[in-house]
């Protein structure tokens, strides 16, 4: 069964922190990598995508990708609170023409 | 549209009732997913629909579950004879290319007593 795991958390960081999320995936024809954001109580929202190893960045945020080790990170620099949420990892591959989602981990920015 | 509707945004139903469950996907969107999340819990996957194919039903818990897409755009959700573990927000997605990732509609939470 393929699966992407992730650290169910709680996480919890002080404010101006770097966040680090992380998730690993057993298909390795997994072929793009997404991170969503899930505020309590709303819809989850796509924050970050990569397709290639290595980093990509996005304002606060960046993804890093390692296909050999079969991981994806999220990083986000100068934490705040707002950034309080669930984070959902998701990786597609082809064969199965969906996404397929980790349970989420939950962060906690500490004032 | 700006983005993926779904309506109702709550709905509360007694226990045996039959109910029905929304989706507008972003105008041009061929791929339309419904998922469903209790609380606390992560996402399962419920269907999928592509275009005109047939659609990927291997995640409907039951018989009771059923959805149908119409003119590949309007997606709707029906629950038959609704079960307290019915109770969840379901989420309607869409997408243009999936490998680009869904979009998310805001959910239907639904509530059976």
């Known amino acids: 069964q393929k699966e992407v795991e992730q650290n169910s958390g709680p996480l919890s960081v002080p404010e101006g922190a770097i966040a680090s999320l992380n998730c690993t995936y057993s298909?390795?024809?997994?072929?793009?990598f997404f991170w969503y954001r899930q505020y309590s109580g709303k819809s989850p929202e796509l924050i970050m995508f990569?397709?290639?190893?290595g980093d990509k960045e996005d304002g606060r945020f960046t993804a890093q990708l390692n296909k050999a080790s079969q991981y994806v990170s999220l990083l986000i620099r100068d934490s705040q609170p707002s950034d309080s949420a669930t984070y959902l990892c998701?990786?597609?591959?082809?064969?199965?023409?969906?996404?397929?989602f980790g349970s989420g981990t939950q962060l906690t920015v500490l004032p | 549209g700006a983005g993926v509707s779904q309506s109702p945004s709550n709905k509360v139903t007694e226990k045996g009732k039959d109910v029905e469950l929304r989706c507008d996907p972003i105008?041009?969107?061929?791929?339309l997913y419904w998922y469903r999340q209790s609380l606390g819990q992560g996402l399962e996957f419920l269907i999928y629909f592509q275009g005109n194919s047939a659609p990927d039903k291997s995640g409907l818990p039951s018989d009771r579950f059923s959805a149908e897409r119409t003119g590949g755009s309007v997606s709707t959700l029906t629950i038959q004879r609704t079960q307290q573990e019915d109770s969840a927000v379901y989420l309607c997605?869409?997408?243009?290319?999936?490998?680009?990732?869904?979009?998310f509609g805001s959910g239907t939470r639904l509530t059976v007593v």
């Open positions: 105008s041009g969107h061929t791929a």
């Open positions: 998701a990786a597609y591959s082809g064969s199965a023409r969906q996404l397929t």
């Open positions: 298909d390795r024809g997994s072929q793009s």
């Open positions: 997605a869409s997408s243009l290319e999936v490998e680009d990732g869904y979009t």
């Open positions: 990569i397709y290639s190893n």
